[in-house]
C-alpha cells in the first residue's frame, strides 16, 4: 500500500517538473514565430483598437468581480449576523 503511494508521488513530481518545463519552452517557440497578422495591424493602425477593445473586456470582468464580491460579502454579513 505506501509503494502505491510513493509511485504516486513520483509521477506527481515529473508531471510538475514536465509542466515547467513546458510553460518554459513554449514561449521560446511562440517568440521565435514571426506574426504576419500582428504585423499587418500595427501597418493598418489596427492593433490600437485590438488593445482598446481588450482593455475594456478585462474592466468589464474587473467591475463584475468587484460588484459580485461587495454582493457575497451583503450575503455574508446578513447571514452571519442572524
Given at each position: 500500500m505506501e509503494n502505491?503511494?510513493?509511485v504516486?508521488?513520483?509521477n506527481g513530481k515529473w508531471k510538475s517538473v514536465w509542466s515547467v518545463l513546458a510553460m518554459l519552452v513554449f514561449p521560446l517557440v511562440a517568440m521565435a514565430q514571426e506574426v504576419e497578422m500582428a504585423d499587418t495591424l500595427r501597418r493598418d493602425g489596427k492593433i490600437y483598437v485590438v488593445v482598446g477593445v481588450i482593455a475594456i473586456i478585462f474592466l468589464g470582468l474587473?467591475?463584475?468581480l468587484i460588484a459580485l464580491?461587495?454582493?457575497i460579502?451583503?450575503?455574508e454579513n446578513r447571514k452571519g449576523g442572524n
Open positions: 502505491r503511494k510513493k504516486k508521488t513520483a474587473a467591475f463584475y464580491d461587495r454582493r460579502s451583503k450575503m
